[in-house]
């Protein structure tokens, strides 16, 4: 890769020598140490499992009723179960 392909474009050698870029040094390979990457897993963003359920009127309607259908199985269940 010694050719230069741009030697013989003037015009084009010209543009390109008209800009300058400043690379700053960035380090790449930055490797954190296994407890740096456990607190940032644990201190991440999650996810909200009820939005997708409030946005419909059904799942609304599950949120407010799926506590007490579970509490009045809880309540029934030792009856049904030591009677």
């Known amino acids: 890769m010694s050719q230069d392909p741009f030697k013989n474009e003037r015009f084009l050698q010209s543009?390109?020598?008209e800009y300058h870029?400043?690379?700053p040094d960035i380090p790449l390979h930055s490797r954190k140490k296994?407890?740096?990457?456990?607190?940032?897993?644990?201190a991440?963003?999650?996810?909200?499992?009820i939005d997708p359920m409030v946005s419909t009127l059904n799942g609304i309607m599950l949120v407010k009723t799926g506590p007490v259908l579970c509490g009045a199985?809880?309540?029934?269940?030792?009856v049904l179960v030591f009677v």
Do not use: H, M, Q
């Open 15 to 17: 543009k390109l020598d």
């Open 34 to 42: 296994r407890w740096e990457r456990f607190i940032n897993y644990l």
């Open 44 to 49: 991440s963003p999650a996810k909200n499992p």
């Open 73 to 78: 199985v809880l309540s029934v269940l030792p």
């Open 21 to 23: 870029v400043k690379v």
